[in-house]
């Protein structure tokens, strides 16, 4: 039992090292990093392609959010208003 739980110790390190590595290496992190910096001293910082550099998940889930949205004011108002 004991080598059970040291084994799940050390693969949830070694994950979670490499996970940390393969995120670091994403664009999109160093861009967040960068303009976290900036906002920390007090700059404003973005540019005009400021939705080109947006991930495309973060797309995918404004975009389910309101179809999601949609679909329950249409249900709330066909079930109140008649």
Known sequence: ME?????????????????????A??????HRIKVS????????YGDKNEE???P?????MSSLNIELTNIILQTVSSKTVG
């Open 56 to 60: 495309l998940m973060q797309f995918l």
């Open 52 to 54: 080109v550099r947006t």
């Open 25 to 30: 290496t994403e664009p999109v992190f160093w």
């Open 37 to 44: 910096v900036h906002e920390f001293f007090g700059e404003m």
């Open 3 to 23: 080598i059970l739980l040291s084994i799940n110790v050390y693969s949830s390190l070694v994950s979670g090292f490499l996970l940390s590595i393969v995120r």
